[in-house]
């Protein structure tokens, strides 16, 4: 609940484009529809398309190949991310996120997946803000901290570990 308070708190001052991947509460969504300052709105979920036609937001599938080519040109200052929702793909994700974005982005995780994040953003000195709940904690990583050769280097060592983790079960079965 403290963390869903302050990603409010940090939406209402956000001004500019925003882009949501995952599932949200719907007291954010709430505050993203009042913000008059946001421009721009995607959610990238599964949900299916629950935005009405006057909605600034807009539900959409895309994968995550997609997401560098489609929002490139659109000038993202904020990306809000549940990690638990791209946690399979997030070598891939990672990687091309930061090109895409110019101001923050705020990653959701639950404590099972906490540890993995901090030992990948701390391997690279990337900085970030640690905001924690009883099973939740917020990641603020500000963009002009992330070089392309810091989230190439993160790339390769999530590719690696993500081929180790597939050679691993097909060996255990």
Same mark, same amino acid.
């Given at each position: ?93 990672? @990687?091309? %996120?930061? $090109?895409?974005?110019? #101001?923050?982005?705020?990653? !959701? /995780?639950?404590? *099972?997946?906490?540890?993995? &994040? ?8 990337? @900085?970030? %803000?640690? $905001?924690?709940?009883? #099973?939740?904690?917020?990641? !603020? /990583?500000?963009? *002009?901290?992330?070089?392309? &050769? ?8 999530? @590719? ?14």
């Amino acid at each position: 609940m403290k963390i869903e308070k302050i990603l409010i708190s940090e939406i209402k001052k956000a001004k500019g484009n925003l882009l949501g991947i995952g599932e949200f509460n719907e007291s954010i969504i709430d505050s993203i529809e009042n913000n008059k300052n946001i421009f721009f709105c995607d959610i990238l979920s599964n949900m299916g398309s629950t935005g009405t036609d006057d909605s600034k937001i807009k539900n959409t599938i895309i994968t995550v190949e997609e997401i560098k080519k489609r929002y490139k040109r659109k000038h993202i200052n904020y990306v809000i991310c549940n990690f638990e929702d791209i946690k399979e793909c997030f070598h891939i994700f990672f @990687k091309d %996120i930061f $090109k895409i974005y110019n #101001d923050k982005l705020y990653l !959701i /995780v639950n404590k *099972k997946s906490n540890i993995e &994040l901090d030992r990948k953003l701390n391997k690279l000195a990337i @900085k970030f %803000i640690k $905001k924690e709940d009883k #099973d939740t904690y917020l990641y !603020i /990583v500000d963009s *002009k901290k992330i070089t392309f &050769l810091k989230s190439s280097i993160m790339y390769l060592e999530n @590719k690696m570990e993500f081929i180790g983790n597939i050679i691993s079960d097909i060996l255990n079965k």
